[in-house]
């Protein structure tokens, strides 16, 4: 059965790239982040695909994300990333995951958590190192140190792991990097110092774990490169495999007159008498709307620019005299092997990252899977 569109996810790749990645980083263990639907590849699916690639640890940004991978049965060791007061935490505990604490309120709260579960919680320390987003600063480390460090002593709490994120790795040489991988270096010393016993220490995305062999420690966290997409293209692709390919098949196919005007708002003219192809795919799709008359797609052979306006289930492409038939298939992007864009070739010519490209791609659109161990 064809559908009218659809995303092709080689799960192969996902696992050749997690591989990569572990080269790169050199005997570190490999945390890939799978939050948002595995970058929109699938969650359950990418997430077991990078297992199969080698990785550990699976992250991902919400607990309820966790708690999906819990019930299809993977099992292997999760972090979630982001907590508000208020969640099941019970849940968390008594399904082994592990929990980011960046303010004493989440102590607190999965210290409650784990004397309900009846089992200690493990908890990921979060030092904000200056990118100003989640985790204890400076100032509030030693009293977020000082708490996990007692509620371990009570029993209910494990100090699993401690953490930090880039707000620069993508821009190499930029002086927050340095400045950041010495604050995580002090901060990591004065917990070891006041008696904790971290498991994994972590600092990298995908673009650190690639570029920075100083800030692997004990695990990295690679997100975009486990979809094959570059963390920081003005360095290339890294060897990596786009996993994802987003194709459609015409609907229909008809001549027009010259200086018919196409789509919403007429923004395309004809220049001459000419044959369009309708492409049943739409911003509710994930094609961004801004790229009415910009992203080019392949199509009979070679790449075409999209006519006119980006419509929410469709858009126009103009073949000029080449032929085409409603059914043929249409590449919006993919890995590029058969002359169609990639995600970071949208995403350049939006002035987007490719990382927004792969994730809004809308949920009608199914995942069909290749490869992996399915
Ligand atoms: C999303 C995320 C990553 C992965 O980032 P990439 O740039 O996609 O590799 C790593 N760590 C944390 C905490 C994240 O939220």
């Known amino acids: 059965m064809r559908v009218p569109a659809e995303a092709r996810v080689d799960l192969d790749a996902i696992g050749y790239n997690v591989g990569r990645v572990r080269e790169h980083a050199g005997g570190a263990e490999v945390m890939a982040m799978v939050k948002a639907e595995a970058y929109g590849h699938g969650l359950v699916e990418a997430g077991r695909a990078a297992v199969a690639g080698g990785a550990s640890w699976l992250g991902v940004a919400k607990l309820d994300e966790a708690l999906r991978l819990r019930e299809a049965g993977v099992a292997v060791r999760t972090l979630v990333g982001v907590g508000v007061p208020g969640e099941p935490y019970e849940e968390a505990v008594a399904r082994d995951v592990d929990l980011t604490a960046g303010a004493l309120w989440m102590i607190e709260e999965v210290v409650q958590a784990a004397e309900r579960a009846g089992r200690p919680a493990r908890v990921h320390l979060k030092a904000d190192t200056g990118m100003s987003r989640g985790g204890a600063g400076d100032r509030d480390w030693p009293m977020l140190v000082d708490a996990a460090l007692k509620a371990e002593a009570s029993g209910h709490l494990r100090v699993a792991g401690v953490m930090s994120h880039f707000a620069c790795a993508d821009e190499p040489g930029h002086p927050s990097i340095a400045s950041q991988l010495a604050a995580f270096t002090a901060m990591v010393e004065h917990a070891e110092r006041s008696g904790a016993r971290f498991e994994v220490r972590h600092l990298s995305n995908s673009a650190a774990a690639l570029t920075l062999p100083e800030a692997r420690f004990d695990l990295?966290?690679?997100?975009?490169?486990?979809y094959g997409l570059?963390?920081?293209?003005?360095l290339g692709t890294f060897g990596l495999r786009p996993a994802m390919t987003l194709v459609s098949d015409a609907a229909l196919v008809k001549r027009v007159p010259a200086g018919s005007g196409v789509s919403y708002g007429h923004t395309y003219h004809t220049g001459q008498a000419t044959t369009l192809a309708l492409v049943p795919a739409g911003y509710a799709d994930g094609v961004p709307r801004h790229g009415s008359n910009l992203l080019e797609v392949f199509a009979a052979g070679r790449r075409r620019t999209i006519a006119g306006r980006v419509c929410m289930d469709q858009f126009v492409i103009d073949l000029g005299d080449d032929e085409m038939s409603a059914g043929d298939e249409i590449i919006l992007f993919g890995p590029g092997d058969r002359g169609e864009p990639t995600a970071q070739e949208w995403a350049d010519a939006?002035?987007?990252?490719?990382?927004?490209?792969?994730?809004?791609?809308?949920?009608?659109?199914?995942?069909?899977?290749?490869?992996?161990?399915l």
Request: charged content about 15%.
């Open 350 to 373: 939006l002035g987007t990252i490719s990382y927004e490209i792969v994730t809004r791609i809308g949920s009608r659109v199914p995942r069909v899977y290749s490869g992996g161990a």
């Open 220 to 226: 990295v966290r690679p997100g975009i490169a486990t």
């Open 230 to 234: 570059t963390p920081v293209p003005q």
